[in-house]
């Protein structure tokens, strides 16, 4: 875990509504690691979001430079960041998005479409657990289940990075283990940088740094010596 995926210098980002200034990051410096799990603790309006977007290419830094790889992120045209979110990255929200009409199958498959090196649809599932449940609609599914799939979407087209934004945050505590221990399995299995945002203490347990941040800033960076797995974690 030494190579550099990200390198954050003097982030900042700033929301304006009416005449309302809100600064969600200020000057964020941050270097992410390939072939890691962080997670970023903080309470609502603690910046962990908008970190999240800036990283994704989901939304435009205001100051400061965001390099990912040989590509910097910040400066980036529309084409450039909506190739580097197709190819290199890979998304877990709290709300599953997928889509009601297509099976389980047919979601992961819809993920990783025009992604090259993608796994199959069958292969990401089973890596989740979910290769018996393949044909099922998402009502079909529990929402650990559906969340599960969320992940094999997020991991069939193999990104470089897994940006999960409180991937626990609506289930219960055996849904959510389940749910950690995909991510987990996934990005062992990967190589990727999996970077989870939750405000739920119990989770830094897994990570392997622990990212605290408060008021848009970064309060404290510690590596986790004693990592447990998801299994033995509760809230």
Request: glycine share 10%.
């Amino acid at each position: 875990m030494s190579t550099p995926r990200y390198v954050l210098r003097g982030v900042r980002k700033v929301y304006t509504s009416g005449d309302v200034r809100t600064e969600a990051l200020h000057g964020v410096d941050l270097d992410l690691l390939a072939d890691e799990l962080v997670v970023v603790l903080g309470p609502s309006g603690s910046g962990k979001s908008s970190l999240l977007n800036v990283l994704g290419g989901l939304d435009r830094a205001d100051a400061g430079t965001v390099q990912f790889r040989d590509l910097m992120v910040t400066g980036a045209t529309d084409a450039e960041l909506t190739d580097y979110r197709r190819r290199e990255v890979g998304f877990v929200f709290q709300s599953y998005n997928l889509i009601p009409s297509l099976t389980a199958r047919e979601n992961v498959a819809l993920g990783a479409a025009g992604t090259p090196n993608a796994m199959s649809p069958d292969d990401a599932l089973s890596m989740v657990g979910l290769e018996a449940l393949g044909t099922r609609f998402p009502s079909e599914l529990s929402g650990g289940e559906q969340q599960r799939a969320a992940v094999a979407r997020a991991v069939a087209k193999r990104p470089a990075v897994l940006l999960c934004d409180e991937p626990t945050g609506a289930l219960d505590h055996d849904s959510g283990v389940d749910v950690l221990e995909a991510i987990e399995q996934a990005r062992a299995a990967s190589g990727a940088l999996a970077l989870l945002i939750t405000h739920n203490t119990a989770i830094a347990d897994l990570a392997h740094r622990v990212i605290r941040m408060a008021n848009g800033r970064i309060a404290g960076v510690s590596a986790n010596a004693t990592r447990r797995p998801a299994r033995e974690i509760t809230w």
